[in-house]
């Protein structure tokens, strides 16, 4: 049910997705829309099953909401993982939720406070900067930012091969003196931690090759990529509207095609899908609240890759061994 | 000094804006530097006049630094403006040290504790989002937060003329249970206040007419910015690549020629030029970092338009008016 789009694109992206691979996808949600969506969208002899959720969380619902309807989709979903019965979770729904109900389904790995939502931001260049936290966390603490640091080198090393991530707290100014309160107090932590700091950036840089991991709060993270994503379909929108004004632009903007539509591969969020939540025992991977079913279809090709991969283990011993050496620097 | 690319380009800036007008132009900062770029760029007989300050305010100075530079650009311009001597001040430095020194200089209006940085947006259609703080003021309150809303209301009024501006708050999401702490205790501060407060809106709404004013602390507005700045660049950088890669698709660019200029003149700053301080006793307007001569010859427009049609004034005017209309609804 979740996403502006649920449930028929997410249906759809599921059908799309277990033809592709011949694996099973649970479709989990209120049984009567779901199937109706299924019936759709003619999928009804895809290797899928739907499986039956009473509750729907709600974009406006708090966490005491949340907590209160274990029948939700996110809970029966995480739930199958939790038990086995599935290998990974997709979610175009209420990204809080999807961390919070995670987060208490499959527990987070040690040194872990919160778990982390990454967003790799595709380059001018070749290669992705790794955006984090990018809306899972509104409210945090620079403990917060330092396992965000962690967890998003980590993910970039994993998921873009970078050996040694540079990580950057995204501020206001390069100088160490820039920034909040907070980011003030993160810095030093940073340049103390077992992690490759190379200083803060500005938002004009995240596309940059400036950093690999950049690091802010939920909030701020949540704000960059909503900003980034209006500027982009504006100017794609202007781009359109002045194009069409003369014939002798109609015809520049038709020889011009294949450029707009390598550019809109570069920056169209369906192309990626969806990211993990990072510093969980199972795999949750968040989608956007617009996901088409693409972006569903490639959510969950995402998850595969997370489990197949085996990304909860190997972010737990990176972990294991980056306290160990943080506990003899400390001795 | 002030600006990347400052001596050069300011000074230029000020001789075309100069021999524009007809006006007096005061270039002040150290003699040597100044007077250089004067005989750079052939202005040394336009009606402007070098004013010498010794110091110099660095981009890594803090407040105490700032402070103790009494003779530096900033200080001294801005004193200029205060003992009637100039109009207007304008700077491409350090935009925290020009809202320092223009406060203790000039004043604060009454009503106001801290005064604001507005960023006005080009809307993918007509008009202007007005952004504010975008970049002033860092770490914020919920009271700074209620002023900025006042002062943007007020600016959005006189130099856009929207009647009754709406008044939105920049969050991740539109439910007023969304956003930090912060913002979830300003939303209800801002509907019991004499504004036109329309609720939350999220970062890819800023060049939608869904508001007219979008309040956020400092440093999220500064971020804001310069990820728009930074994704403008990247998509006009990414279509001149894949323009330049087939000769059809260079054909379709030069057809295309006219649109680009368009859209450039749209998202471009420097036809901006600068914008003033608000709620200051006195005219002090912030330009660009990277200021071209175009932009500050803007910006000087921006401070003589502010000045002619007395924006401190008006602003103090409708302060007082705000005031003594809060007040009655607390009696």
Same mark, same amino acid.
């Given at each position: 049910?979740?996403?502006?789009?649920?449930?028929?694109?997410?249906?759809?992206?599921?059908?799309?997705?277990?033809?592709?691979?011949?694996?099973?996808?649970?479709?989990?949600?209120?049984?009567?829309?779901?199937?109706?969506?299924?019936?759709?969208?003619?999928?009804?002899?895809?290797?899928?099953?739907?499986?039956?959720?009473?509750?729907?969380?709600?974009?406006?619902?708090?966490?005491?909401?949340?907590?209160?309807?274990?029948?939700?989709?996110?809970?029966?979903?995480?739930?199958?993982?939790?038990?086995?019965?599935?290998?990974?979770?997709?979610?175009?729904?209420?990204?809080?939720?999807?961390?919070?109900?995670?987060?208490?389904?499959?527990?987070?790995?040690?040194?872990?406070?919160?778990?982390?939502?990454?967003?790799?931001?595709?380059?001018?260049?070749?290669?992705?900067?790794?955006?984090?936290?990018?809306?899972?966390?509104?409210?945090?603490?620079?403990?917060?930012?330092?396992?965000?640091?962690?967890?998003?080198?980590?993910?970039?090393?994993?998921?873009?091969?970078?050996?040694?991530?540079?990580?950057?707290?995204?501020?206001?100014?390069?100088?160490?003196?820039? +920034?909040?309160?907070?980011?003030?107090?993160?810095?030093?932590?940073?340049?103390?931690?077992?992690?490759?700091?190379? +200083?803060?950036?500005?938002?004009?840089?995240?596309?940059?090759?400036?950093?690999?991991?950049?690091?802010?709060?939920?909030?701020?993270?949540?704000?960059?990529?909503?900003?980034?994503?209006?500027?982009?379909?504006?100017?794609?929108?202007?781009?359109?509207?002045?194009?069409?004004?003369?014939?002798?632009?109609?015809? +520049?903007?038709?020889?011009?095609?294949?450029?707009?539509?390598?550019?809109?591969?570069?920056?169209?969020?369906?192309?990626?899908?969806?990211?993990?939540?990072?510093?969980?025992?199972?795999?949750?991977?968040?989608?956007?609240?617009?996901?088409?079913?693409?972006?569903?279809?490639?959510?969950?090709?995402?998850?595969?890759?997370?489990?197949?991969?085996?990304?909860?283990?190997?972010?737990?011993?990176?972990?294991?061994?980056?306290?160990?050496?943080?506990?003899?620097?400390?001795?």
């Amino acid at each position: 049910m979740g996403g502006d789009r649920g449930p028929t694109e997410i249906v759809k992206g599921g059908v799309d997705y277990a033809r592709a691979t011949g694996e099973t996808v649970y479709l989990v949600g209120p049984r009567e829309p779901v199937e109706a969506a299924l019936r759709a969208c003619g999928g009804s002899d895809a290797p899928v099953e739907v499986v039956p959720a009473a509750d729907v969380i709600e974009f406006t619902d708090k966490i005491n909401a949340i907590r209160s309807k274990r029948d939700s989709s996110i809970h029966v979903g995480t739930r199958l993982v939790r038990d086995g019965r599935a290998q990974g979770f997709v979610s175009a729904g209420h990204t809080g939720a999807v961390m919070f109900v995670s987060k208490v389904m499959y527990g987070v790995l040690e040194g872990v406070d919160r778990p982390a939502l990454p967003a790799p931001l595709p380059r001018i260049g070749p290669g992705y900067t790794v955006l984090v936290d990018a809306g899972a966390n509104v409210d945090c603490e620079t403990e917060h930012l330092r396992q965000f640091a962690v967890m998003g080198m980590h993910y970039a090393r994993r998921i873009f091969g970078v050996e040694n991530p540079r990580v950057a707290l995204l501020s206001i100014g390069e100088e160490d003196s820039k +920034g909040n309160e907070m980011l003030r107090a993160v810095a030093p932590i940073l340049r103390a931690a077992n992690v490759n700091f190379v +200083g803060n950036v500005e938002g004009n840089d995240l596309l940059t090759d400036k950093a690999d991991v950049v690091v802010c709060d939920g909030f701020v993270g949540n704000v960059a990529l909503k900003v980034g994503e209006g500027i982009a379909e504006s100017i794609m929108h202007i781009i359109r509207e002045e194009s069409a004004k003369h014939l002798t632009r109609r015809i +520049g903007a038709a020889l011009m095609l294949p450029a707009f539509r390598s550019l809109k591969r570069k920056i169209d969020y369906a192309e990626t899908g969806g990211v993990p939540l990072l510093g969980l025992k199972n795999i949750s991977v968040v989608s956007h609240g617009r996901s088409s079913s693409k972006a569903i279809t490639n959510a969950l090709r995402v998850a595969r890759e997370a489990q197949v991969g085996n990304m909860v283990g190997h972010m737990e011993m990176e972990l294991r061994l980056l306290h160990q050496a943080e506990r003899r620097l400390a001795l």
